[in-house]
Nanobody, 114 residues
């Protein structure tokens, strides 16, 4: 049984930074593609960043250059470093695993406001 536990969300001013963490259990983490998605009220879920087991990374155009996805296989944790945050980054952020069956974290709220 795969479980994903997210942390690090909160309220931040425009231009500020946050780091999200997602701790995985019940999976051979090093073999799994991991990703971050986000969903704002009234919007569809959006892929923010993805990192494969081989270290290949993709970003949404809206976050490229500002966000960095990384993983620590020893700790079975994936991170999303978010810099230069904008109000339009406000959303619930979800960790996802592409392990067989697919898995989601519970989500963590990120609010960017002055």
């Amino acid at each position: 049984q795969v479980q994903l536990v997210e942390s690090g969300g909160g309220l931040v001013q425009p231009g500020g930074s946050l780091r999200l963490s997602c701790a995985a259990s019940g999976t051979i983490f090093s073999r799994d593609t991991m990703a971050w998605y986000r969903q704002a009220p009234g919007n569809q879920r959006e892929l923010v960043a993805k990192i494969t087991s081989g270290g290949n990374i993709n970003y949404a155009d809206s976050v490229r250059g500002r966000f960095t996805i990384s993983r620590d296989n020893a700790r079975k944790t994936v991170y999303l470093q978010m810099n230069s945050l904008k109000p339009e980054d406000t959303a619930v952020y979800y960790c996802a695993s592409f392990a067989l069956g697919g898995y989601w974290g519970q989500g963590t709220q990120v609010t960017v406001s002055s």
